[in-house]
């Protein structure tokens, strides 16, 4: 009975390690492709109403606070961004702001005002930090996130005229600027890594002031005021863009440890049977919508062209995807993988006919997932030496 229960429990020993091995955690979901990125977007920018609130030797000719409306016009924006693969994303964008005046006052010294006109110029530098929002859809990914920088501001013409009155503003003044972002990116499955962007912007500057000079007209001209003129105006706008992911690829997941039953008490000894052929697979992972190859990726096409080289005759390189994106692009996109690991294991000294290329797209996944899923281990390649 003691011997019958240790060849028990070697058995079921050998038998509970591979289902431990078989519940490693599963890695965190990429919500946006690691590595760099390029993002440009053009839209409508709508200044809020600001108050104009003169100092200096104007003070006591302008003692009030007046108004500026502003028309609502064009802006762009350009940025370059890192994606860090767990849905944080940073940048750097430049921006360009350009609107004209509507209507204005200058408080109860130059009122009623009979003219205005005028322009406001704003282009900048902002570092952003953002966060993607995973929904599980495939179509959609919205993201948010702040920003803080420096922005400059030009006051080009600002004119407003009362009877006997006239306030003249100029000048450019540079200050902090900060901005709260509010967008969702819709994914183009036709090219891997390119998205289509919408967004709100809102932006706000710290207090800025201008050189003006106020002008006395009519027959009783004199000699022009000098002072300042406070004018900073929060910002409202909607972009619409396209954001292209660089290249860059996830990590390989760490590979499930191997199990290993020990043989049973008191086994006969192993029968001799003829060698057989001896078999290597080797796996390189890819980032999502990507068909870059890492550093690691390309250590790891180099031992299988190292395995080949010892008397191989046929190399399969199966490519794979995940489920997000159509089935059509998931099946040329699994190609481009397996064809980007074909070309390198060339570049290896391995010869083109004895590769045998073929797509899978996501009919065999790794780790079983519903559409739209973005599971890492799926993203792959498989080389199997023979």
């Known amino acids: 009975m003691t011997q019958i229960g240790r060849v028990t429990l070697v058995g079921l020993a050998a038998l509970a390690v591979p289902g431990m091995a078989s519940a490693q955690p599963r890695p965190a979901l990429a919500q946006t492709p690691p590595g760099f990125y ?58 360009l702001r350009a609107n004209g005046v509507d209507r204005a006052s200058a408080g109860p010294g130059i009122a009623p005002v ?41 006051v080009k013409d600002f004119r407003v005229a009362s009877v006997g009155q006239r306030l003249a503003v100029d000048g450019t003044e540079g200050n902090l600027a900060y901005q709260a972002i509010a967008g969702a990116a819709f994914p183009i499955s036709a090219v891997p890594g390119l998205a289509a962007t919408a967004e709100y912007r809102f932006m706000g500057t710290m207090e800025q002031d ?84 890492t550093a690691r990726a390309r250590q790891i096409v180099a031992e299988a062209a190292q ?3 010892t008397g191989s005759a046929v190399i399969e390189v199966g490519g794979h995807t995940d489920t997000v994106g159509s089935t059509a692009a998931n099946q040329r996109l699994s190609r481009r993988r397996a064809e980007a690991v074909a070309s390198e294991l060339r570049r290896q000294g391995i010869a083109r006919d004895s590769i045998a290329i073929t797509a899978y797209g996501q009919t065999q996944l790794a780790v079983a997932t519903r559409d739209g899923v973005r599971e890492p281990r799926n993203r792959r390649v498989e080389i199997v030496v023979r």
Not at 72 to 94: C, D, K, Q, S, T
Not at 127 to 145: C, H, K, M, R, S
């Open 114 to 154: 009979t003219g205005s006109q005028g322009q406001l110029w704003n282009w900048g530098v902002m570092a952003n930090a953002l966060v993607d929002v995973d929904l599980g859809a495939e179509w959609i990914q919205p993201y948010f996130g702040v920003g803080l920088g420096y922005v400059w501001s030009e």
């Open 210 to 293: 201008f050189a003006a000079n106020l002008f006395t007209t009519g027959r009783r001209r004199s000699a022009p005021t000098a002072g300042r003129v406070e004018i900073s105006p929060y910002h409202h706008a909607v972009l619409f863009g396209l954001r292209y992911s660089l290249g860059g690829a996830a990590e390989p997941p760490p590979a499930a440890p191997v199990a290993f039953a020990p043989p049973p008490i008191f086994a006969p000894p192993p029968i001799a049977a003829a060698p057989a052929p001896v078999t290597r697979s080797f796996i390189v992972y890819f980032g999502l919508n990507s068909t870059s190859l």
């Open 307 to 309: 395995a080949a080289r």
């Open 38 to 95: 390029a993002a440009a977007g053009i839209g409508v920018n709508q200044p809020q109403s600001a108050d104009v609130e003169a100092s200096g030797a104007m003070r006591g000719a302008l003692p009030g606070r007046g108004t500026v409306r502003f028309e609502p016009m064009a802006m762009g924006v350009v940025a370059l961004g890192y994606g860090f693969g767990n849905g944080i994303r940073v940048e750097l964008e430049g921006s």
